[in-house]
């Protein structure tokens, strides 16, 4: 099956620093998704994002579907940012989300 | 925006005792919804895909007899956890599709209920 993996695992930034969040994933899929997961377990929808780029606030993700790979970009990061990321992708007809590793996020004050 | 409710939002079991999970999704109609475990610091694991009047496909390595799915509306789904047991504890989302698609991919899960089985 498709393997969907995410980098770095975990990172600490200080509030107000950037970073870039980054999936990869070993064949073509038919959508792509961001999302947060906070600390009570809900998930966030970010984005939906098969290709291109998107932009939301501090937000912006980017997919290069012919490279496999897509990027989470928070910048000025605020402590509720804090939380896991995921990117989760499907792959043919039947819908299902498959989720990558994640990346848990913790923003300092 | 489309909204899934997810009850209860947390169990505490007996093991050997049965937990029935509800998704409903709450304004839109969902002929598939899915269901996934999570374990303490991992991913989303996908269990199973329930479909609107049919049954259940599960993923590799679930046991049907062991979560029932029933998708009997358009808005309701449930996961029963038979005979739990301790190694069951986990956190159980559910997901949603709208069949309209959307801009968003059509996704919305619900808060999810941590199980625990004593």
């Known amino acids: 099956g498709i393997q969907v993996e995410q980098s770095p695992p975990d990172l600490i930034l200080q509030e107000g620093a950037n970073s870039t969040l980054r999936c990869n994933f070993s064949d073509s899929v038919n959508n792509l998704q961001w999302f947060h997961q906070n600390p009570w377990g809900q998930l966030i929808n970010l984005f939906y994002?098969?290709?291109g780029t998107k932009q939301n606030g501090r937000l912006s993700a980017t997919t290069v579907a012919t490279e496999r790979y897509s990027l989470l970009y928070i910048s000025s990061s605020q402590t509720t940012d804090s939380g896991v990321y995921f990117c989760?992708?499907?792959?043919?007809?039947?819908?299902?989300?498959?989720f990558g590793s994640g990346t848990r996020l913790l923003v300092r004050p | 925006g489309a909204v899934v409710s997810q009850h209860p939002s947390r169990v505490i079991c007996k093991s050997g005792t049965s937990v029935k999970i509800e998704c409903r999704s709450l304004d839109f109609q969902a002929t598939t919804m899915f269901w996934y475990r999570q374990f303490p610091k991992q991913s989303l694991m996908l269990m199973a895909t329930?479909?609107?009047?049919?049954?259940?496909?599960?993923e590799q390595g679930v046991e049907k007899d062991k979560f029932l799915i029933n998708h009997a509306s358009l808005t309701l789904s449930t996961l029963t956890v038979t005979s739990a047991h301790p190694e069951d504890s986990s956190f159980y989302i559910c997901?949603?599709?709208?069949?309209?698609?959307?801009?968003?991919?059509?996704?919305?899960f619900g808060s999810g209920t941590r199980l625990t089985v004593v």
């Open positions: 997901s949603a599709r709208d069949r309209g698609g959307g801009a968003r991919g059509g996704y919305t």
């Open positions: 329930s479909n609107e009047g049919s049954k259940a496909t599960y």
């Open positions: 989760a992708v499907d792959m043919d007809s039947s819908y299902k989300l498959i």
């Open positions: 994002i098969p290709s």
